[in-house]
């Protein structure tokens, strides 16, 4: 092996250590970021659940009571 394919090999090396670096510090961004966003979906599906139980709590409510006033 010549010294110029040494030094291409070694530079090589380093252009793909600096990559990896890179690439981890991205890849350690997007995971908080999805880790952010599941919050924020768990949050507003929460919510969500909620009024669907309000709605459905609303027309067996009213279900029942029409059902009483028919009967009476």
Same mark, same amino acid.
């Given at each position: 092996?010549? %010294?110029?394919?040494? %030094?291409? $090999?070694? @530079?090589?090396?380093?252009?793909?250590?600096?990559? +990896? $670096?890179?690439?981890?510090?991205?890849?350690?961004?997007?995971? %908080?970021?999805? @880790? %952010?966003?599941?919050?924020? $979906?768990? /949050?507003?599906? /929460?919510? !969500? +659940? @909620?009024?669907? !139980?309000?709605?459905?709590?609303?027309?067996?409510?009213?279900? $029942?009571?029409?059902? /009483?006033?028919?009967? /009476?």
């Amino acid at each position: 092996m010549t %010294n110029e394919e040494r %030094n291409l $090999a070694i @530079k090589a090396l380093e252009q793909i250590a600096r990559h +990896e $670096a890179e690439c981890g510090e991205r890849w350690g961004e997007a995971l %908080n970021e999805l @880790k %952010n966003l599941r919050s924020v $979906a768990d /949050a507003h599906a /929460a919510r !969500w +659940e @909620k009024l669907a !139980w309000l709605v459905v709590g609303t027309v067996v409510t009213t279900g $029942a009571g029409v059902c /009483a006033a028919m009967l /009476a």
